[in-house]
């Protein structure tokens, strides 16, 4: 079962203390009436990670729980396993827990691995940390006997993960104490109590150095993930440090919208084709930056990529642009047009997802992966990179326009059928788009600016895009075999016309606003 990560207010709190430690007593405090007597378990706790902790590295968590012993109820401990992937960008963070039975220490599931593929790049997954926990459990309860809290008083000894899980003569390699107060079993929330934690600490009890991790495999525990967040980057940096910046950011978002389309989210596999893009485009601005042959070979990776997954994306247009049409036809006609049109966008979505899925999960990606994370960590770059970025980027975005400029001059509105040509001059504003955003960290708001200036083109030349795709896709239903009935058929075609001519006037519209957006007051800062 998947979840969302439960709200972080009111979560567990979490202390070592020392060898003496005594837990005190906790009624009067707050609204604590009574404490109940502890209740004994034995846990075993196995953490699973790659050799170099790509997963602990990236704040995910990837967890096999396991009872072994005690007098408490069987789900206290939450046995089974437990995948907690941190919030990424715009995807809120998930847990996903699934039941398991017999050897604690054998592999994970391969369900949960390939949600991970991204992180892990295909490195073994293997049990890294094992701890076993022998936890004296209190329950906090009001005066009418109700249960405000946990408390968990943890005798924690890291050991050594090649040993038979719970083995007792395993080599402990750490031991230490911990103290929990969490939510009452069976319950996600936590109420502030303040005085409980007052006491807490004044018998002894502190804040964790580092995470039990960090304690048993050392410092690369807390080493920076492979694709870190970027730092900032100031007008006067090196334009390299901006390179790096932007392919880190981008990665990151590839990386999160993969675990999106491998768990089905909506609109995941746009968001891949969208860092792919973004990946894409920073790449051409800043070739002058770059070796020519190493960012043109990560960008031909890079549009297979966005390749592969557009069957599934056009299948998304296809059906978002036809739903509000079809309402609009009578309903003998619309209903004809969507026995025909209904299971061919199905169709085209289901193979669309697995095409994509494919992708994802072939070698081809598993080697991109690999050379996204080698270029955020040392991208090609050439000396000119060394220059600051005020000096160096303006020009760069400055060429991305000048290119989407000749694009524009040389659209036809008038071409019936010249769809082609205002799609790669979306692609040029793109291009510009993106280059304006990713120089913003480093040259701010007038590279914001032109940005949303552009936003206007792209989003006027998408809609171009739509409406060219879904009229294309009803060419085909039209030409099928067997052909449609005569009710499908003229319905297909009055859906083909007002496709169409949402092409000619997204046309009429890109020429009305081009004088506004080519307006050169959104550009002076580009020296051009």
Same mark, same amino acid.
């Given at each position: 079962?998947?979840?969302?990560?439960?709200?972080?207010?009111?979560?567990?709190?979490?202390?070592?203390?020392?060898?003496?430690?005594?837990?005190?007593?906790?009624?009067?405090a707050?609204?604590?009436?009574a404490?109940?007597?502890?209740?004994?378990?034995?846990?075993?706790?196995?953490?699973?990670d790659?050799?170099d902790?790509r997963?602990?590295r990236?704040?995910?968590?990837?967890?096999?729980?396991?009872?072994?012993?005690g007098?408490?109820?069987?789900d206290?401990?939450d046995?089974?396993?437990?995948?907690?992937?941190?919030?990424?960008?715009?995807?809120?963070?998930?847990?996903?827990d699934?039941?398991?039975?017999?050897?604690?220490l054998?592999?994970?599931?391969?369900?949960?691995?390939?949600?991970?593929t991204?992180?892990?790049?295909?490195?073994?997954?293997?049990?890294?940390?094992?701890?076993?926990?022998?936890?004296?459990l209190?329950?906090?309860?009001?005066?009418?006997?109700?249960?405000?809290?946990?408390?968990?008083?943890?005798?924690?000894?890291?050991?050594?993960?090649?040993?038979?899980?719970?083995?007792?003569d395993?080599?402990?390699?750490?031991?230490?104490?911990?103290?929990?107060?969490g939510?009452?079993?069976?319950?996600?929330?936590?109420?502030?109590?303040?005085?409980?934690?007052a006491?807490?600490?004044?018998?002894g009890?502190?804040?964790?150095?580092?995470?039990a991790?960090?304690?048993?495999?050392?410092?690369l525990a807390?080493?920076?993930?492979?694709?870190?967040?970027?730092?900032r980057?100031?007008?006067?940096?090196?334009?390299g440090?901006?390179? @790096? =910046?932007?392919?880190?950011?981008?990665?990151?978002?590839?990386?999160?919208a993969?675990? &999106?389309? $491998? *768990?089905? +989210?909506? /609109?995941?596999?746009?968001q891949?084709?969208?860092?792919?893009?973004?990946?894409?485009s920073?790449?051409?601005?800043?070739r002058?930056?770059l070796?020519?042959?190493?960012?043109?070979?990560?960008r031909?990776?890079l549009?297979?990529?966005?390749g592969?997954?557009?069957?599934?994306?056009?299948a998304?247009?296809?059906?978002?642009?036809?739903?509000?049409?079809?309402?609009a036809?009578?309903g003998?006609v619309?209903?004809a047009?969507r026995?025909?049109?209904g299971?061919r966008?199905?169709?085209?979505a289901?193979?669309?997802?697995?095409?994509?899925?494919a992708?994802?999960?072939?070698?081809?990606?598993?080697?991109?992966?690999?050379?996204?994370?080698s270029?955020?960590a040392?991208?090609?770059?050439?000396? @000119? =990179?060394?220059?600051a970025?005020a000096?160096?980027?303006?020009p760069?975005?400055?060429? &991305?326009? $000048? *290119?989407? +400029?000749? /694009?524009?001059r040389?659209l036809?509105?008038?071409?019936?059928?010249?769809d082609e040509?205002?799609?790669e001059?979306?692609?040029?504003?793109?291009?510009?788009?993106?280059?304006?955003?990713a120089?913003?960290?480093?040259?701010?708001?007038?590279?914001?600016r032109?940005g949303?200036?552009?936003?206007r083109?792209t989003?006027?030349?998408?809609?171009?895009?739509?409406?060219?795709?879904?009229?294309?896709?009803?060419?085909?239903?039209?030409?099928?075999?067997?052909?449609?009935?005569?009710?499908?058929?003229?319905?297909?075609g009055a859906?083909?016309?007002r496709?169409?001519?949402?092409v000619?006037q997204?046309?009429?519209?890109?020429?009305?606003?081009?004088?506004?957006?080519?307006?050169?007051?959104?550009? @002076?800062?580009t020296?051009?």
């Amino acid at each position: 079962m998947a979840r969302k990560s439960p709200d972080r207010r009111g979560a567990a709190r979490s202390f070592v203390v020392g060898g003496s430690f005594e837990l005190p007593d906790l009624a009067g405090a707050d609204v604590v009436d009574a404490v109940d007597e502890a209740e004994e378990h034995r846990l075993l706790l196995v953490d699973h990670d790659t050799a170099d902790l790509r997963l602990t590295r990236d704040g995910v968590s990837l967890r096999r729980r396991a009872r072994s012993g005690g007098t408490g109820e069987d789900d206290v401990d939450d046995a089974g396993w437990h995948l907690v992937v941190p919030r990424r960008g715009r995807w809120a963070g998930v847990q996903v827990d699934l039941p398991a039975e017999g050897d604690p220490l054998a592999p994970a599931p391969a369900e949960l691995l390939d949600l991970l593929t991204a992180t892990t790049r295909r490195a073994e997954v293997e049990p890294v940390l094992v701890l076993r926990v022998d936890r004296a459990l209190h329950v906090l309860r009001d005066a009418a006997g109700a249960a405000l809290a946990s408390v968990a008083l943890d005798e924690v000894a890291a050991v050594d993960p090649s040993a038979a899980a719970g083995a007792e003569d395993a080599v402990v390699l750490r031991r230490w104490r911990e103290l929990h107060l969490g939510p009452p079993p069976g319950e996600a929330h936590l109420p502030r109590l303040r005085g409980v934690v007052a006491r807490l600490r004044a018998a002894g009890a502190r804040r964790p150095e580092g995470t039990a991790a960090e304690r048993v495999l050392g410092r690369l525990a807390s080493a920076p993930a492979d694709v870190p967040r970027p730092g900032r980057v100031r007008a006067s940096d090196p334009a390299g440090r901006l390179v @790096r =910046a932007h392919l880190a950011t981008q990665v990151r978002a590839l990386v999160a919208a993969d675990v &999106a389309v $491998r *768990r089905g +989210e909506d /609109d995941a596999v746009h968001q891949v084709r969208v860092a792919a893009r973004r990946l894409r485009s920073g790449l051409r601005a800043f070739r002058p930056l770059l070796d020519r042959g190493w960012a043109d070979d990560l960008r031909a990776e890079l549009g297979w990529l966005a390749g592969e997954l557009g069957r599934a994306r056009d299948a998304e247009v296809l059906a978002a642009r036809l739903e509000d049409d079809l309402a609009a036809l009578p309903g003998p006609v619309a209903g004809a047009a969507r026995e025909v049109v209904g299971p061919r966008v199905e169709q085209q979505a289901a193979d669309g997802a697995e095409a994509a899925l494919a992708a994802l999960r072939g070698p081809r990606y598993a080697l991109l992966l690999d050379q996204l994370v080698s270029a955020v960590a040392l991208p090609a770059l050439t000396p @000119r =990179a060394q220059r600051a970025c005020a000096d160096v980027l303006p020009p760069l975005v400055g060429a &991305a326009w $000048r *290119r989407l +400029e000749e /694009d524009v001059r040389r659209l036809d509105a008038e071409d019936p059928r010249g769809d082609e040509a205002w799609h790669e001059a979306r692609k040029r504003a793109k291009q510009v788009r993106y280059a304006a955003e990713a120089v913003r960290p480093a040259l701010g708001s007038p590279a914001k600016r032109l940005g949303k200036q552009v936003a206007r083109v792209t989003e006027v030349l998408g809609q171009h895009q739509d409406a060219a795709v879904a009229a294309e896709g009803l060419e085909e239903a039209l030409r099928a075999d067997p052909p449609p009935t005569p009710d499908a058929a003229f319905a297909l075609g009055a859906l083909w016309a007002r496709q169409r001519q949402a092409v000619l006037q997204t046309r009429g519209d890109l020429l009305d606003l081009w004088p506004d957006v080519a307006d050169r007051r959104h550009r @002076r800062w580009t020296r051009g």
